[in-house]
């Protein structure tokens, strides 16, 4: 059974980061999923379903991002539900696997899942890529 373990804080309802696109940042990208989720007041299952969908989408562009770039990461939460935008520069067409085993984890665990990639851009050497994901609370949707 899922329990709440926080009140849920007042005043920010929104989050954002962004971090060299590098697998060594997975861990702080983790933790601040985490710290989110739990100030949402989300069960603790369901912040350990956060923080892996939001793992293997921050993987999957890290690993194919343009070398230098940035990874932008944002949280936005209301009584119902997590929204989770990432971001990256993507050195290929797709960027992202989706017939892969980690992708059909992330559809698993979320309520809605969006890729979206625009076309190569010279500017930043490559394509804009995008991956939005809801999560929203079990007792509302599960």
Same mark, same amino acid.
């Given at each position: 059974?899922?329990?709440?373990?926080?009140?849920?804080?007042?005043?920010?309802?929104?989050?954002?980061?962004?971090?060299?696109?590098?697998?060594?940042?997975? #861990?702080? !990208?983790?933790?601040?999923?985490?710290?989110?989720? +739990? &100030?949402? $007041?989300?069960?603790?299952?369901?912040?350990? @379903? #956060?923080? !892996?969908?939001?793992?293997?989408?921050?993987?999957? +562009? &890290?690993? $194919?991002?343009?070398?230098?770039?940035?990874? @932008?990461?944002?949280?936005?939460?209301?009584?119902?539900?997590?929204?989770?935008?990432?971001?990256?520069?993507?050195?290929?067409?797709?960027?992202?696997?989706?017939?892969?085993?980690?992708?059909?984890?992330?559809?698993?665990?979320?309520?809605?899942?969006?890729?979206?990639?625009?076309?190569?851009?010279?500017?930043?050497?490559?394509?804009?890529?995008?991956?939005?994901?809801?999560?929203?609370?079990?007792?509302?949707?599960?």
């Amino acid at each position: 059974m899922a329990e709440p373990i926080s009140q849920a804080a007042l005043g920010t309802r929104a989050i954002g980061i962004r971090v060299p696109a590098e697998l060594g940042q997975l #861990i702080m !990208l983790r933790a601040l999923a985490e710290t989110v989720a +739990l &100030i949402a $007041d989300f069960a603790l299952d369901e912040v350990g @379903d #956060i923080r !892996l969908a939001l793992d293997e989408v921050a993987t999957s +562009l &890290i690993l $194919d991002a343009v070398p230098g770039s940035t990874l @932008d990461c944002a949280f936005r939460y209301d009584d119902n539900q997590m929204r989770v935008h990432v971001a990256s520069v993507g050195a290929a067409r797709p960027a992202v696997g989706e017939d892969s085993f980690g992708w059909h984890i992330v559809r698993t665990l979320t309520d809605s899942l969006t890729t979206t990639q625009e076309h190569y851009d010279e500017t930043v050497s490559g394509y804009p890529t995008a991956v939005d994901f809801t999560w929203v609370r079990s007792s509302d949707n599960r």
